[in-house]
């Protein structure tokens, strides 16, 4: 026969050890998710230098102009209001989450896209890339025409996503 004597000395630090393994695996996703998760395959989110913006965006077939239509800093809101909750649906689609930087100062970078199916011959189509740290946090491909779209960086997904608005500046 086998006894096994548990003091509660014991238990206590076996109880440490397990609520500390969990705080570092919550910290683990949560720092993760922080700095930006739209990792489907070998996508890289490197975006520190103007090659590396135009390279992010010809991963997903994009041929945008060198120069950027735009440049500017945008301060996510703490709290959403229903078009930045509409433009985080479109985020989130792809990947990102915008909540995690609520608050925080990003850079945003328009460039214009030029081989948009159906607009090749229009300046029209532009894609926008927001950064922080360097990484690449969130954007979209859009229209600026009147009636025009807005959805997520992969090209099928012109037909899957309902046209929104973009968040203000």
Known sequence: MFVLSVHKRQIRLGLLLLALALIAVACAVVSRNGTAVARSGDVNLRADTADERIAYLSQFGWQVDADPVEVS????????????????????????????????????WVYRVRNYPGYEEMDCIQATLLVFDGQVIGGDVCST?????????????????????????
């Open 73 to 108: 800093e945008v301060v996510i809101p703490t709290a959403f209001d229903d078009t930045y909750t509409q433009y985080n649906a479109i985020q989130q689609a792809q990947g990102f989450d915008l909540l995690p930087y609520a608050g925080q100062r990003v850079k945003r």
């Open 145 to 169: 025409q009147l009636d025009g779209f807005m959805h997520g960086f992969v090209k099928e997904a012109a037909e899957t996503q309902p046209a929104e608005t973009q968040p203000a500046a």
